[in-house]
C-alpha cells in the first residue's frame, strides 16, 4: 500500500495538537475529541489510497472523489478554525468541543456497561449460559427506561442540530463508534 501524502499526514498532526488545545490539554477530553474525528480521516485516507491505486479509477470515479476531498478539504479547514478558536477564547466554540468530549466519554461510559456472558469452553455453544436473562423489571427500572426514551429522543435532536450545523456552516462535528474493551460477567 502507498504512502499517505505528506500534506494529509501533516494537516493529521496538525488537527490532533489544535484538538488537544481546545480543550486546554484535558487528558480525557483530548482522547474523546480525537476518538471522535479519526474515522472521518480514516475515510479520508481511503478515498486517497483509492485516488493512488494503479491502475487509476475511471475518469467519472476519479472526478467524483477529487470533488469529496475538496469539499473534505474545506470542512476540515473550518472545522480547525472551530478548534482554533476553542483554544483561544471560553465562548460558545469552547463550550461545544468541551460538551462533544463529554458526550463521546458519557457514550461510552453507556455502551460499556452493558454486561455480555463470558466465554467458557468448556460448554457447549448454545449452552443456557450464554442466554442474556432479562429480569422482571421494578418500579424504579420502569421510570428509568422511562427516562431513558426520553434522553434518546432528546438526543436524535441533538444529533439533526449536528447535522443541520455540518451543512450550513461547512464544519465536521465527527462521528462515534465505540470500540475497546466491555464489562463481561465472571
Do not use: C
Not at 38 to 63: C, G
Amino acid at each position: 500500500m502507498t504512502r499517505l501524502p505528506a500534506s494529509f499526514t501533516s494537516l493529521y498532526r496538525l488537527f490532533l495538537r489544535t484538538t488537544s488545545t481546545s480543550v486546554l490539554h484535558h487528558t480525557l477530553a483530548t482522547r474523546n475529541l480525537r476518538h471522535l474525528w479519526r474515522s472521518t480521516f480514516h475515510d479520508a485516507a481511503k478515498v486517497i489510497h483509492h485516488l493512488q491505486r494503479e491502475p487509476p479509477p475511471p475518469p467519472a470515479v476519479k472526478e467524483e472523489l477529487e470533488s469529496w476531498l475538496s469539499i473534505w478539504n474545506d470542512r476540515v479547514d473550518n472545522t480547525l478554525a472551530l478548534l482554533h478558536n476553542s483554544s483561544h477564547t471560553r465562548g460558545l466554540s469552547h463550550q461545544l468541543t468541551r460538551n462533544l468530549a463529554l458526550l463521546v466519554h458519557h457514550e461510552y461510559r453507556r455502551v460499556s456497561e452493558i454486561k455480555y456472558p463470558a466465554w467458557n469452553p468448556q460448554l457447549p455453544a448454545d449452552s443456557k449460559e450464554y442466554q442474556i436473562r432479562v429480569p422482571a423489571k421494578s418500579r424504579t427500572e420502569t421510570r428509568r427506561d422511562a427516562m431513558k426514551a426520553i434522553s434518546d429522543r432528546a438526543l436524535s435532536a441533538v444529533s439533526k442540530a449536528v447535522r443541520m450545523a455540518e451543512g450550513r456552516d461547512g464544519i465536521i462535528l465527527g462521528s462515534m463508534a465505540v470500540k475497546g474493551k466491555l464489562k463481561r460477567n465472571m
